[in-house]
């Protein structure tokens, strides 16, 4: 019974990964295969040149797009943490407006909020800069780490806090060195996701970021595509090399949001 | 040592998480709670609250690209929604979206409570395979959405070489006005799946495993097991996944503007797309419409949250 449950799934996942696969596969194609007919099923006869011609020329995209996620990290944690630790510990109650108001940002389209981002940095000059887009970006994220901070530090014992205090530690001595190191797996977390949004971030990058020369990797695929419709194994190869960070984190993430989840109950 | 004597018997019994912390004993506690939010409250207001603001103040007015960048544009009331509401393309839209997010959350829905279900019981590698799933939420959508597009490509896509084999003719799956809205829809499907099998699999782990013995006891099979334990008792899990299905749909644009972009002749173009395109999809940007549509697909959002939120509410009575 296990055993046929097993094959099943296999056969599911195989299903759903197919798209992943059919990508691989056609990033290391040879251009003059890549309109075979019937298409080449497995890449016998793989050819780097996609490959090459990717990071050949949509290295520095990948550079901001690092640097913006790097960035977007920063921002939001900066911004996050300390909320998060007020209304897990500090402001018990009263804290249902913030709740609303921030499921309520998730209603808001990013076109919207695109429009509003345009609207303002036209007057400030923050077009096509990559702090303008580092902001921008952070709107994704910074919502759902204070929901993750406050859930998981008002897990963290009062004891534990007190104890501290009674040592003679103010609130922001309590918050530097007892709160957020306690917090490690839950910075770690949302440092994940912010970092992968931002990567992933299309629709800034193609309204705040369209007409500058430090693109991120996104807008670079979609140019790509625009230019380029003959080397769809050096787009594939870009989009493989894009979709590495989601892989680091499906990896490393799994045993944080579930570290995350377990640490958030404490047993007393 | 008698606050903590208090908080453990608060603790006791329930989840630390939903106990409330003994507040402000000391007069300044409520400034540094301030103080410690005020980033927050002040990166809500300035990144959130202005760029809506701005965002109605462009849908009342008439922003010509010289206005915008000059700040001096007319003033025009409702004039906006008006020529939004009364235009041939709002109809088409509003029809698009519609189709687009039902159809995507209904199968989103159903497929991730099936797969939910199937991995409930735990087998050699499942939580491997569930990992797995997760990967067409975690890649970037650029990524997704240029990969169905060659997939789907007329000429050498690997869904026409695939159907060639059983004679079907060759599917103009993204160029063709009736076929274009259902392939950006099967994607969007494909990337939804996994958020629905996660959140639905996290509440499958919350049904007591007493309930499935007993049912076993009284002789219930595996259908009954489901219709009258799994998805009563998923209600509220199932309630709050639709309704956030609903939401993010609502606001694609990604998927659909990479691989269609709203084409050919508007046949994939929904709400959002249309905002996208007025604003920056042409060369000519057009933001006061856009804003309107912006604000209406807001609105159509919001009623959903307030529809679950009495929906919720009348549960509780009864």
């Known amino acids: 019974m296990s055993r046929w449950r097993t094959a099943v799934g296999v056969v599911l996942t195989g299903v759903m990964l197919f798209p992943v696969y059919w990508m691989v596969n056609v990033s290391l194609t040879r251009t003059g295969d890549m309109r075979a007919d019937p298409p080449h099923w497995f890449p016998w006869d793989p050819t780097f040149e996609g490959y090459a011609a990717a990071l050949g020329q949509q290295l520095p995209a990948l550079a901001t797009s690092l640097f913006i ?125 912010a970092f992968l949004w931002a990567w992933s971030d299309f629709i800034f990058a193609s309204t705040l970021n369209r007409s500058s020369d430090t693109i991120p990797v996104t807008l670079g695929i979609f140019r790509y595509i625009g230019n380029n419709t003959t080397q769809w194994n050096a787009i594939m190869a870009t989009a493989v090399i894009a979709s590495v960070p989601a892989a680091f984190l499906l990896v490393l993430a799994q045993r944080y949001i579930a570290a995350g989840v377990t640490a958030g109950a404490v047993k007393d | 040592m008698a606050l903590i004597r208090t908080d453990a018997v608060a603790t006791g019994g329930r989840p630390t998480a939903k106990v409330s912390p003994a507040p402000g004993r000391r007069p300044s506690g409520r400034w540094t709670a301030l103080a410690f939010l005020a980033p927050l409250v002040v990166y809500l207001l300035v990144f959130y609250a202005y760029p809506l603001y701005r965002n109605i103040e462009l849908s009342v007015h008439d922003y010509t690209p010289r206005a915008f960048v000059q700040g001096d544009p007319e003033f025009t009331g409702l004039d906006n929604y008006r020529a939004v509401l009364s235009d041939d393309a709002f109809l088409a839209a509003l029809r698009n979206t519609a189709l687009f997010t039902l159809v995507s959350i209904a199968f989103q829905y159903a497929l991730g409570l099936a797969l939910a279900v199937f991995f409930q ?110 998805f009563p008792l998923l209600r509220p899990v199932s309630a709050i996944t639709l309704l956030l299905g609903l939401i993010y749909t609502l606001k694609v644009v990604d998927i659909i503007w990479i691989m269609t972009r709203g084409g050919p002749a508007d046949a994939s173009a929904t709400l959002a797309i249309w905002s996208y395109r007025e604003a920056f999809g042409t060369g000519q940007p057009d933001f006061s419409p856009a804003a309107a549509v912006g604000n209406l697909l807001i609105l159509i959002a919001f009623a959903a949250g307030l529809l679950h939120v009495r929906m919720q509410r009348k549960e509780g009575i009864s």
Not at chain 1, 95 to 120: E, H, K, N
Request: aromatic letters at 12%; glycine letters at 8%.
């Open chain 1, 69 to 193: 996620g790097l960035g977007t990290v920063a921002l939001t944690l900066l911004v996050a943490l300390p909320a998060g630790y007020a209304l897990a510990k500090l402001l018990p109650r009263g804290t249902g407006a913030i709740d609303f108001l921030l499921l309520v940002t998730q209603m808001i389209p990013a076109v919207v909020m695109a429009m509003g981002f345009y609207a303002i940095y036209i007057r400030l000059g923050m077009l096509n800069t990559v702090a303008g887009l580092i902001v921008a970006d952070s709107t994704l994220a910074v919502p759902f780490a204070v929901l993750l901070f406050r859930a998981f530090m008002a897990g963290i014992p009062r004891e534990i806090m007190a104890a501290a205090q009674i040592d003679g530690a103010g609130t922001w001595r309590t918050f530097r060195s007892v709160v957020l190191p306690l917090s490690r797996n839950s910075v770690i977390t949302v440092s994940l996701f």
């Open chain 2, 121 to 230: 019981r735990g087998f050699r590698l499942s939580a491997v395979l569930r990992a797995m799933f997760l990967v067409p939420w975690l890649l970037p959508l650029i990524v997704s959405a240029s990969t169905w597009s060659w997939m789907l490509n007329s000429d050498n896509g690997i869904v026409n070489a695939f159907l060639r084999a059983f004679g079907i003719g060759q599917i103009n799956w993204l160029t063709s006005p009736g076929t274009a809205l259902l392939s950006v829809t099967v994607a969007n499907i494909w990337l939804g799946i996994p958020f629905n099998l996660v959140i639905l699999y996290a509440g499958l782990q919350n049904i007591p495993a007493s309930l499935y013995e007993a049912a076993g006891l009284d002789g219930a099979n595996a259908w009954q097991r489901f219709w009258r334990i799994t």
